[in-house]
């Protein structure tokens, strides 16, 4: 709502934004609910929409809405009552809309990904600046670091031997465990970015679904993100660079699987001045994977938010 471009009179609106609130929508009723709840309230949201006249104009293509969620929670395809989530991705009216979320479907061209929110939201310019400062300065005592738990319930998970790497490399490797009875470590912004902080690379696995945002927790920490999966982050489009090797590593999930890659090894050949470069792309990532506080004003720099408008305005001009 404080958004500079606003405008009440939707004839001169470049892009219209439906302010439903999905993710807590869906929420309320995850568990123990019928899908005939779970999927009433955005059938009842596009009803009503698709017979405004601000709808008839683009059929939609102008349209955006933030789920707050990942998208997995939206794509239920049968009416199970067993099943997981809602059907709100396949309703006919969400074809043509942008739909902004913490994880999206790579494949389907209307899900774009926006960052998790970390525990930064600067008011003003120079506390992004302190912060990025804050960071460069950081000495980084371990080569390596994993915040995270294991899945023992998942048998693909890769969770399992890169703890096992990350405890056998010794004072390289440091992990601050995420497992039920631990919870609190990682519920704890000061631990985790403290342990981001002292750490060149963080190891970035998949987890309950292939995004994390420890991604973003690492990047604001300017800890160099290590990925086993493309899927894990490199949908970001909008907010992270297409050249992938300029910010992070990657190692192939399967060469973890098979034994045939050592991440300390891995790791510990990158040349210092390669490494050098990643931390400062890293840091200059800062700005464009959090989210400002509304209350302040940035000057000369664009946060998320900032991006993802952007980026809305320029899919609803190509479009239309």
């Known amino acids: 709502m404080r958004y500079e471009c606003l405008t009440n009179d939707s004839s001169l609106a470049s892009a219209m934004y439906v302010p439903f609130y999905a993710g807590l929508d869906l929420g309320r009723y995850l568990w123990g609910f019928t899908t005939t709840v779970r999927d009433s309230a955005s059938i009842d949201l596009f ?29 239920r395809v049968t009416k199970n009552d067993s099943d997981w989530g809602n059907n709100l991705m396949f309703l006919p009216q969400v074809t043509n809309m942008t ?20 525990n930064f939201h600067p008011s003003n310019d120079n506390q992004v600046f302190a912060w990025q400062n804050k960071v460069r300065r950081r000495e980084r005592k371990y080569l390596f670091s994993f915040v995270g738990g294991p899945r023992p319930q998942q048998s693909d998970s890769i969770r399992g031997e890169i703890i096992r790497q990350c405890l056998g490399a010794g004072e390289k490797c440091k ?6 009875s631990s919870s609190r470590n990682c519920d704890d912004p000061n631990r985790v970015m403290k342990m981001c902080q002292s750490a060149a690379f963080c190891l970035q696995p998949c987890g309950d679904t292939p995004t994390r945002r420890s991604t973003f927790d690492s990047i604001l920490a300017g ?40 991440i300390e090894n891995v790791l510990s ?3 210092e001045g390669e490494v050098s470069a ?41 479009e239309g």
Do not use: Q
Request: aromatic content about 16%.
């Open 223 to 262: 800890c160099i993100p290590v990925f086993f999966s493309a899927r894990t982050a490199y949908t970001y489009t909008w907010h992270l660079p297409e050249d992938h090797a300029k910010y992070s590593v990657f190692i192939p999930e399967d060469a973890i699987k098979n034994g045939t890659a050592n």
């Open 47 to 75: 009803k009503w929409l698709v017979e405004k006249p601000e709808w008839k104009k683009l059929w939609g293509k102008d349209h955006f809405f933030v789920v707050g969620r990942t998208t997995w929670d939206f794509r």
């Open 175 to 180: 992990w601050l465990e995420c497992s039920s």
């Open 269 to 271: 050949r990158i040349p």
């Open 278 to 318: 990643m931390r400062e792309e890293v840091i200059r990532l800062i700005p464009r994977i959090m989210f400002a506080n509304p209350m302040g004003k940035l000057e000369t720099l664009e946060d998320a938010f900032d991006i993802a408008v952007k980026g809305v305005l320029e899919r609803v001009k190509t």
């Open 99 to 118: 739909i902004l979320g913490f994880e999206s479907t790579p494949w389907v061209y209307r899900e774009v990904s926006i960052p998790y929110p970390t």
